[in-house]
């Protein structure tokens, strides 16, 4: 099994719809975080959090909502879906200290209509 | 402020032909880490190698090596011999020991690998 999930995979909504991307992850990482990709940007960081009660700000948080419901459970929120969020979604998880690689989810390619 | 540049968009190689990809990094940090990460096709993103500012020896493993200078910035991968197994986009990314201890990533915005048969 995968290490770290997302769900669902694929979605499609319209515009002003509220959607939520979930992620879990069984590598115990206290840290999690919410990317999106965008072609030619790279990846951009939404939120963090380094634990259920640390949620942080990325940097495009605008328009985006996360709850940390457990160690391993990091859900985005997208409270009202505008065209432009349509992208691709990346959880990762790390380890304590900047020198850990993140582990990334398969990602969840989100259109909104 | 703290940046990744991959100048290349975009490469196209015969298979076999070597290919080397750029990375230049901006920071003030003394402590820092990078990061190469490949998104195949299929999308998800591998982590290939790790390196701290302060070892700038090169890295070789199998067909892939990283070089590292502080000197112009730079962490340049190399992939040797290429195969089409070695399409995909190569993302760079640096993680800064900073004041918040957020140890944020930052990435580059991608080159895209296609290698021909």
């Known amino acids: 099994d995968a290490d770290v999930t997302q769900t669902p995979r694929n979605r499609i909504t319209k515009t002003g719809k509220r959607i939520m991307l979930e992620c879990s992850q069984t590598k115990g990482h206290d840290r999690m975080y919410w990317y999106r990709q965008d072609p030619g940007l790279g990846l951009r960081l939404i939120y963090y959090s380094f634990d259920v009660k640390d949620i942080n700000k990325g940097e495009i948080s605008d328009g985006y909502s996360v709850s940390r419901q457990a160690q391993a459970k990091f859900s985005l929120s997208l409270e009202s879906a505008i065209p432009n969020q349509t992208a691709l979604y990346f959880c990762?998880?790390?380890?304590?200290?900047?020198?850990?690689?993140?582990?990334f989810g398969p990602g969840t390619r989100l259109t909104v209509l | 402020a703290q940046k990744v540049t991959q100048a290349q968009t975009e490469i196209s190689v015969v298979e076999k032909e070597d290919v080397t990809l750029d990375c230049v990094y901006e920071t003030r940090d003394t402590t820092y880490y990078l990061f190469w990460y490949k998104q195949p096709p299929s999308g998800e993103l591998v982590f290939l190698i790790r390196?701290?500012?302060?070892?700038?020896q090169n890295e070789i493993s199998g067909r892939y090596s990283w070089n590292f200078q502080k000197s112009t910035s730079s962490f340049n991968f190399t992939i040797t011999a290429s195969q089409v197994v070695d399409s995909a986009v190569y993302f760079c990314a640096l993680s800064e020991a900073s004041m918040d201890s957020s140890y944020k990533l930052i990435f580059g915005s991608g080159t895209r690998l296609l290698v021909r048969p």
């Open positions: 390196r701290n500012s302060f070892d700038e």
């Open positions: 990762a998880t790390s380890d304590l200290g900047p020198y850990n690689e993140q582990f």
